[in-house]
């Protein structure tokens, strides 16, 4: 029996995407990844930088040549691996031709938003092309059942593979939030 083609696409925010996708090849999915946002060297950083944020400064719209550039590179990669299930992480990214390719495909595809909708690109009206709808957000959930859009809670979960280093014990205690370097430092 083959496994089914899952195809992951999701931001590369502190690289949540490893777990998930640790967690997909366990239950026995065949997964590939594809990080839209991913800048991996200086050379992309830079032409970032002078393309899209410095576009939007000075009053050219970066951010549409962004999503483009990065919806074209993730079609490419939904009609390479042609997966059967599509799972996409906050994807507010992503433009409707990335939802149509995956449509073409076959996929069943789900939208899970780990961000508030409000942080995000996403309204109601948006997110009616992008299958089935899930959020870690109770608050969310609620509001997008309201406007119509079929939305499930699904909320963060702990990643059991993160290996954690004890630091010397100190008496003091700290609430910090997302393991940012710097707050880890702290």
């Known amino acids: 029996m083959t496994q089914p083609r899952l195809l992951l696409l999701s931001p590369g925010f502190h690289g949540y995407w490893r777990g998930m ?13 594809g990080i839209y946002d991913h ?7 830079a032409h970032h930088k002078l393309r899209y944020e410095l576009a939007d400064r000075f009053g050219s719209n970066g951010t549409a040549a962004r999503i483009e550039h990065i919806s074209a590179r993730m079609r490419a990669l939904v009609y390479e691996v042609k997966p059967d299930v599509a799972l996409v992480v906050k ?8 939802w149509q ?13 780990y961000d508030e909708i409000r942080r995000t690109e996403w309204t ?11 959020s870690y957000s109770k608050a969310d959930t609620a509001a997008l059942n309201a406007a119509g859009v079929a939305c499930a809670y699904v ?26 370097p710097q707050r880890e430092a702290l």
């Open 21 to 33: 996708s640790a967690a997909l090849t366990q239950r026995g999915y065949s997964v590939t990844t």
């Open 39 to 45: 800048l991996p060297t200086r050379k992309a950083k």
């Open 91 to 98: 994807g507010d990214l992503l433009d409707a031709s990335v």
């Open 101 to 113: 390719a995956l449509d073409e495909v076959g996929a069943s595809t789900t939208l899970w938003m």
């Open 124 to 134: 109601p009206e948006k997110l009616k092309v992008c299958g089935a709808v899930a």
């Open 155 to 180: 909320p963060l979960a702990f990643d059991a593979s993160t290996q954690i280093t004890q630091a010397p014990a100190v008496p003091e205690v700290s609430f910090i939030g997302a393991r940012y």
